[in-house]
């Protein structure tokens, strides 16, 4: 019988030499690892392509991480075959079976943990916390998952009837596509691959083309604990052609997609067409991003309030769907909370993430740092610039750097206050009352996360009700879901509000069945 579960937490305090010197020795290690080159696997073969793509450190464009083999669209074909050829067997397991491959996947991982975090410092440009507590989420997926796992295969009570037997299970739906971001290039890569595989379904596991040497550690570390071959099938490669041929398969019964609300609605419409010889409507679960809001009223803290903001806004470089967007603050002491952030935002440390202390990184790629300055330039037209907005750097030898950024006296339906960026630039907003700034947080497409400050119990109890995310934080910041304690998922653009780390999530990798004998 497995123990209760419990959270990979608190995280580790670097300040203490032991901790500190754990990571440092890490990184020296995974550094000496670099430029190797990293194969398919497909049905537990390695296969090498041609076609190869270099994934670069962020923060240093001079450090090749790996190399990986790129697969061609004929390769998802063979990668399905040989999961549905692996599905009978891993199915017809008991769950207990199964789970106890995770359970003891997430042992190895847990020894490991130094080392999974200095690949995402690395891969990333992650800092030391935030690459840990990527590393510690994912073994806290294996672990809840693999519990929930086992409590959904028992029979689930039905109303009696004399006379008659009846029991409902859930089954599992067959094989399915995992499309993950770079951004928790392990967690939710670890989250939605255990999910869809504990629950006895086989997996074409899609990394992010930028973050492919950090799902072939993970597809390793399966490997070693002796998954049997082609439950999970490694495919790295091109969205527009692995994911492409892999959203619109006919043997495919489910797509499991992280990342922007561009590419999941493009998903969502191209894995609703219903294939020649496809006897199935395929599922679609989906997590696509925020516009996320702190609202704070004229009755709360500041002090707490600015470094709440600071952490939300710019930790990772504010490439967190979760990651607070738009401050929205009364008017009343919306000047001097602004002040606040702003002299915490000029602490920041921004370069190497391999070194102790620096806080920011580089942003992931060239694209993102161009998008991010694009909407930068934008803000200018739109805002008053009131810090950062700078770019000192040079890309070409050091890194996607970009400085934390925040304008004031954002207009509410601006691009600036309406799109999502996905980098470290946040949008002060002025609200003339609560009632007010709640009209603003509820102004956008999206509904992921949100986060009030208040004193006033009145207010609280409104935001419960009427501030419209799937995870809303009261007094405290607005990124940093943990698993089981807080599932995570949004409403309207953010998503299919799945809850990934809830009790819920492993019915969208499953199917209900009644069986009634009369006797």
Same mark, same amino acid.
């Given at each position: 019988m497995l123990t209760p579960f419990k959270n990979e937490f608190p995280f580790p305090n670097f300040a203490e030499e032991r901790s500190r010197s754990r990571m440092e020795e890490a990184l020296t290690s995974v550094t000496a690892q670099t430029g190797h080159t990293y194969s398919l696997v497909i049905g537990g073969?390695?296969?090498?392509?041609?076609?190869?793509?270099?994934?670069?450190?962020?923060?240093?464009?001079?450090?090749?991480?790996g190399i990986a083999c790129e697969s061609p669209a004929e390769m998802v074909d063979a990668a399905v075959q040989a999961a549905q050829d692996a599905f009978p067997a891993w199915s017809h397991l008991s769950t207990e079976e199964r789970a106890r491959y995770f359970v003891s996947a997430a042992a190895k991982m847990?020894?490991?943990?130094?080392?999974?975090?200095?690949?995402?410092?690395?891969?990333?440009? !992650?800092?030391?916390?935030?690459?840990?507590?990527? =590393? &510690?989420?994912?073994?806290?997926?294996? #672990? /809840?998952?693999?519990?929930?796992?086992i409590r959904l295969q028992r029979s689930h009570p039905?109303?009696?009837?004399?006379?008659?037997?009846?029991?409902?299970?859930?089954?599992?739906?067959?094989?399915?596509?995992?499309?993950?971001?770079?951004?928790?290039?392990?967690?939710?890569?670890?989250?939605?691959?255990?999910?869809?595989?504990?629950?006895?379904?086989?997996?074409?596991? !899609?990394?992010?083309?930028?973050?492919?040497?950090? =799902? &072939?550690?993970?597809?390793?570390?399966? #490997? /070693?604990?002796?998954?049997?071959?082609?439950?999970?099938?490694?495919l790295p490669g091109d969205g527009e052609v692995v994911g492409e041929a892999l959203t619109a398969h006919p043997q495919v019964r489910f797509v499991a997609f992280t990342g922007s609300r561009e590419v999941g609605v493009h998903i969502y419409?191209?894995?609703a067409v219903v294939q020649p010889g496809q006897k199935f409507l395929r599922r679609c679960i989906l997590e696509m991003g925020g516009k996320d809001a702190i609202v704070v009223d004229e009755n709360t803290p500041l002090d707490l309030v600015a470094a709440e903001v600071v952490a939300s806004a710019f930790g990772f470089q504010g490439q967190k769907c979760s990651a607070c967007s738009r401050l929205i603050a009364?008017?009343?002491?919306?000047?001097?909370?602004?002040?606040?952030?702003?002299?915490?935002?000029?602490?920041?440390?921004?370069?190497?993430?391999?070194q102790y202390g620096v806080y920011m990184g580089g942003v992931i790629d060239a694209a993102a740092h161009k998008k991010i300055l694009n909407y930068v330039a934008l803000g200018r037209a739109e805002a008053k610039l009131v810090m950062g907005g700078v770019d000192t750097e040079d890309q070409e030898t050091h890194g996607y750097f970009v400085h934390p950024t925040i304008f004031s006296e954002v207009d509410p339906q601006s691009r600036l206050a309406q799109e999502e960026i996905f980098g470290p630039v946040l949008s002060a907003i002025r609200a003339e009352s609560f009632e007010h700034a709640m009209e603003i947080a509820n102004g956008t497409d999206y509904g992921l996360t949100g986060a009030l400050f208040s004193s006033s119990r009145a207010h609280l109890e409104y935001a419960r009700r009427e501030f419209h995310v799937g995870n809303l934080y009261l007094n405290r910041k607005c990124t940093g879901a943990l698993v089981g304690v807080q599932p995570f998922g949004g409403f309207n653009m953010s998503g299919t509000d799945s809850k990934a780390g809830g009790p819920d999530y492993l019915l969208q990798f499953m199917q209900g069945k009644?069986?009634?004998?009369r006797w």
């Open positions: 073969r390695h296969i090498e392509t041609v076609q190869r793509s270099q994934s670069r450190n962020p923060s240093r464009l001079d450090q090749v991480i847990r020894r490991r943990i130094y080392s999974f975090a200095a690949w995402m410092v690395l891969e990333a440009g !992650k800092n030391w916390t935030e690459a840990y507590a990527d =590393a &510690a989420e994912a073994i806290d997926f294996m #672990e /809840y998952y693999a519990r929930e796992a039905t109303i009696a009837m004399t006379g008659e037997e009846n029991d409902f299970f859930y089954l599992p739906l067959g094989v399915g596509a995992v499309i993950a971001p770079w951004n928790f290039p392990l967690a939710i890569l670890v989250g939605m691959t255990t999910a869809a595989a504990v629950t006895g379904n086989t997996v074409i596991m !899609k990394p992010a083309e930028q973050t492919p040497v950090i =799902a &072939a550690k993970f597809m390793e570390l399966l #490997e /070693y604990v002796g998954l049997p071959p082609g439950v999970v099938n490694y419409a191209r894995a009364h008017t009343d002491i919306y000047d001097e909370l602004l002040q606040k952030v702003i002299e915490l935002g000029r602490k920041i440390k921004i370069g190497d993430p391999a009644i069986v009634c004998e």
